[in-house]
């Protein structure tokens, strides 16, 4: 399978444990993105790289959420000291940058902070 | 502002209707493009469609078909004798500075 991948799909933490994900994008794709997905809404951006580089941050990426592509291959996001409100679903994308390309999703990690 | 707005949040039909799904935008840019996905049971987004502003022409792809007004700043799209594999949540979504300003969905439930 050639598409998108994230480690784990699911994720069941205490509030104030730290806690990493992680992406494998598409091979040959040097942008990778990062959205938030809460219940019954649309995701929201968070960040994105291209290649090793972080462009962007979004406001709702505060202090305790870090994210890295070393090498511009694998990204991974950390959320340090867990809130509940930390709780959604997790979405990275990727796509080659050649305007506005589409970004081909992966299955997302479900995050629950208890 | 840029801004999606998907008024329906659930619509239920049952298989062979017709249906379709509404999505206004708002942007200043005079270029810009729009997006649907579609995130079915198993919860990955999956790309439908992108359009860019200065291409206004329908489209059509086998029982899909998006209909793109700028003068109503409109992108909607129809699913023409719906099935029941099309159960699905579907997003609207526009690109703006490299990322996706998304929609909040509409759930589509095709009973049979």
């Known amino acids: 399978d050639t598409g998108v991948s994230q480690n784990p799909r699911h994720k069941i933490t205490k509030r104030g444990q730290n806690v990493t994900f992680r992406c494998d994008p598409i091979s040959e794709h040097n942008r990778l993105y990062w959205y938030r997905q809460t219940l019954g809404q649309g995701p929201e951006f968070l960040t994105y790289?291209?290649?090793?580089?972080?462009?962007?941050k979004s406001r709702l990426l505060s202090d305790r959420f870090s994210a890295e592509r070393p090498k511009g291959s694998f990204s991974t996001l950390e959320i340090q000291r867990t809130e509940q409100g930390d709780s959604a679903m997790y979405l990275c994308?990727?796509?080659?940058?050649?305007?506005?390309?589409?970004?081909?999703f992966g299955p997302g990690t479900r995050l629950t902070v208890l | 502002a840029q801004k999606v707005t998907q008024a329906q949040t659930e619509i239920s039909v049952v298989e062979k209707e017709d249906v379709t799904l509404d999505c206004v935008y708002e942007?200043?840019?005079?270029?810009?493009?729009l997006f649907w996905y579609k995130q079915p049971p198993s919860g990955e987004l999956v790309f439908l469609i992108r359009r860019n502003s200065f291409d206004e022409q329908n489209e059509i792809s086998g029982r899909y078909s998006w209909n793109f007004q700028k003068s109503t700043s409109s992108f909607n799209f129809t699913i023409t004798a719906s099935q029941v594999v099309d159960s699905a949540v579907y997003f609207c979504?526009?690109?703006?500075?490299?990322?996706?300003?998304f929609g909040t969905g509409t759930r589509l439930q095709v009973f049979p």
């Open positions: 994308a990727s796509s080659f940058y050649k305007g506005a390309n589409e970004q081909f």
């Open positions: 979504a526009l690109y703006n500075t490299d990322k996706l300003i």
């Open positions: 942007t200043r840019d005079t270029t810009y493009y």
């Open positions: 790289f291209q290649n090793e580089a972080q462009l962007e």
